[in-house]
């Protein structure tokens, strides 16, 4: 049985590793972070098996949010103690393979959830049935977030100052 | 099978809801207060529309719904829009407040209630939630409607729409 | 817009499809993943013998310094009840929980239906990241006669840990949150017909057969069932002594020390992590004098993804207050 669930697992690993470290490049600080959150989802997901619960993407994908968000609030803690924590901004870093810089401006004004939908259907190529039971919203709500935050996107594209300057961590900050 | 990624679809121009910034109701309006008195209720929520409230970055939405005439749906202190658990008989103690729900019905792990449900509620206006120990389902909770003592273990609550 | 999802997805981390072969730390982690054992923890359960999972008891350690460090400060980010803190005993648990039964024992106090409590409890709403910052119990009342028609009120208690942020506004104190009333018949019971026993095997036959609970529930669950029992009826000696030594019993149970509850009465602390693999620590605060039952609490130790609150945490507290005073 254990051989079964360990097989079992090793496949629902290669199959989706990939695909939560990209989803975690995009909501933190950096890919060592990256890696980190999503070499823990994979523990909590194993342990989630061996107490006999089920693997699926949707919960996986939410064990990385949580584990995201986690890491958000360590991130913030030290900042502010006496706000409420109603969600933080981290600075997004695209990794350096990739040289749009002038996208990548436009991308860091939106507000987290933006960025997240387009990461989402862009970047992760999922579905809008797996988008919505992911955020657990309907799928109509899929297609009016992500409208919203294809329209800002190329609201903020169009608005933006020429020539982009690279994003020094003091500005991420003051975004949002 | 492959799957097709969700954005190659020129077919959904017509669903594209773009335009001017969500418009509040007037202050006074009754819809506006009750998106005010749910906004008190669990605060971090963002009006982003008339009768829209997002938390999360959208991850939770509630479409708030004016029930004309009657009176209010919530259950003890679980909202209208609302299905909830609580860890004390009589809708008392801890409590988890679920809004995610499907025609295919949505699974939400009472885990985080800390310990056993002991009353729970189904305070939307529609559908039905079935409370499951495993795969078993115990009980079916209509709308607007209450257990107020819950015994044996409910591992989730399901929801329909 | 195609143009722009054209750059959108161009712009994505190189190598990181689904079906890209996984790097050397990826094939790495998930050997370390299958590599940890399951057989160590079920070893464990099955000769009897308990022991404190390593998480939990480094988790709990770091609640008891949380009360150190933080006791009558607003704990960063959440305001949540100062963690309790306990004076260990010198004498043997087995001997402590004699003891307590005895006293018990020698009360004569009657059963009531009449209960009063003070409790605070986190309220969980999936997605939500908010934090309060003050800590404002409610005061419960349940008063219910033989017909089973009665009341319940909810009253908001006084301030108890931090002030209310821009924003935020307390209720005032004694403010009416709730009240339900009940016709005869529709009280909400958990344990509709006898009274509880006043033996110790009695009783744990009540709490399974009154609570579903079977051959798997933990002390932890029945920690929970005796919380559930003391908020229907207000305990005889007797049938609290039947309590403790039912407790006294049951694998997992710990006597943490003396300490304070949060009414500021001093009891000893039963405690276990019996539940999901130690995430919980369940607390029984009881009289040392009388062996009443003062306070239930439940501890979040982490370990659950289904919980996204910082951990360890207070997640809620029952201080009853009914019995009279002496």
Redesign the interface.
């Known amino acids: 049985m254990d051989d079964a669930a360990a097989a079992e697992f090793s496949a629902f690993y290669r199959q989706n590793h990939n695909l939560i470290l990209l989803a975690s490049i995009g909501r933190v600080r950096d890919r060592h972070t990256a890696e980190d959150i999503t070499s823990e989802a994979f523990h909590i997901a194993w342990r989630h098996r061996q107490r006999g619960g089920e693997l699926s993407l949707p919960w996986l994908y939410g064990v990385m949010r949580n584990l995201v968000g986690k890491e958000y609030r360590r991130s913030a803690r030290s900042r502010r103690l006496a706000e409420r924590v109603i969600a933080f901004e981290p600075p997004l870093e695209f990794p350096a393979e990739s040289d749009d810089e002038p996208l990548h401006s436009a991308m860091r004004k939106l507000r987290p959830g933006d960025r997240e939908i387009l990461f989402m259907a862009y970047w992760e190529e999922l579905t809008g049935p797996e988008i919505a039971e992911i955020l657990s919203i309907s799928q109509e709500n899929v297609w009016v977030r992500l409208s919203r935050a294809r329209a800002k996107l190329r609201r903020e594209f169009e608005q933006a100052p020429l020539p982009p300057t690279p994003l020094t961590s003091t500005e991420a900050v003051a975004n949002g | 099978m492959t799957?097709?990624?969700?954005?190659t679809l020129a077919a959904?121009a017509a669903?594209?809801?773009?335009g001017a910034a969500p418009a509040n109701a007037t202050p006074d309006s009754p819809l506006q207060t009750e998106v005010d008195r749910l906004l008190?209720l669990?605060?971090?929520?963002t009006q982003v529309d008339e009768d829209t409230i997002v938390?999360?970055?959208?991850?939770?939405?509630v479409n708030v719904a004016l029930d004309s005439g009657r009176a209010s749906r919530a259950i003890?202190?679980c909202p209208t829009g609302y299905y909830c658990a609580w860890?004390?008989?009589?809708?008392?103690?801890?409590?988890?407040?679920?809004?995610?729900c499907?025609a295919g019905g949505?699974s939400?792990?009472l885990?985080?209630?800390?310990?056993?449900a002991?009353?729970m509620a189904n305070a939307r206006t529609s559908g039905t939630v079935k409370r499951m120990n495993g795969a078993t389902v115990v009980d079916t909770l209509t709308a607007s409607s209450g257990r107020?003592?819950v015994?044996?273990?409910t591992t989730a609550m399901v929801c329909f729409t | 817009m195609d143009d722009l999802e054209r750059r959108f997805a161009l712009a994505r981390p190189k190598g990181l499809t689904r079906d890209a072969p996984l790097s050397d730390r990826a094939e790495a982690d998930l050997v370390s993943i299958l590599g940890d054992s399951p057989k160590r923890d079920r070893r464990a359960a099955a000769d009897g013998r308990w022991r404190w999972p390593a998480a939990a008891l480094a988790a709990a350690a770091a609640l008891s310094v949380l009360a150190v460090v933080n006791i009558g400060q607003v704990p960063v980010a959440a305001a949540v009840p100062p963690a309790l803190e306990f004076v260990p005993l010198a004498a043997a648990d087995h001997e402590v929980l004699a003891e307590l039964s005895v006293n018990a024992r020698e009360q004569a106090a009657l059963p009531s239906t009449a209960i009063r409590y003070e409790s605070w409890s986190v309220t969980i709403v999936p997605g939500s990241d908010t934090s309060e910052l003050f800590v404002q119990p409610e005061e419960v009342t349940l008063l219910r006669d033989s017909r089973d028609a009665g009341e319940i009120t909810v009253r908001a208690g006084g301030l108890r840990w931090g002030a209310p942020a821009d924003g935020q506004r307390s209720a005032e104190p004694g403010e009416l949150l709730r009240r339900s009333t009940y016709q005869a018949g529709e009280f909400p019971r958990l344990f509709p017909a006898d009274e509880p026993p006043v033996n110790a095997a009695e009783m744990r036959v009540y709490l399974q057969q009154n609570l579903g609970l079977d051959a798997t529930a933990t002390a932890g669950d029945y920690f929970n069932g005796v919380r559930d029992l003391r908020n229907e009826w207000s305990l005889s000696g007797a049938q609290t002594a039947a309590v403790i030594e039912m407790l006294a019993v049951m694998p997992g149970v710990q006597v943490a020390g003396t300490t304070q509850d949060r009414l500021g009465r001093t009891g000893v602390a039963l405690v276990t992590t019996s539940r999901s693999g130690g995430a919980f620590r369940d607390v029984l605060i009881v009289d040392a004098d009388t062996g009443a039952l003062l306070t239930s609490e439940v501890d979040y130790l982490g370990g659950l993804p289904e919980i996204t609150l910082p951990f360890p945490t207070v997640l809620t507290y029952i201080a009853w207050k009914d019995t009279p005073p002496e």
């Open positions: 799957k097709k990624p969700f954005l959904c669903l594209l809801l773009l008190a669990t605060p971090g929520g938390w999360d970055e959208g991850a939770v939405v003890a202190n860890t004390a008989a009589g809708y008392l103690g801890t409590s988890i407040w679920l809004t995610s499907s949505t939400s792990s885990a985080s209630l800390g310990s056993a002991r009353s107020s003592s015994s044996g273990t």
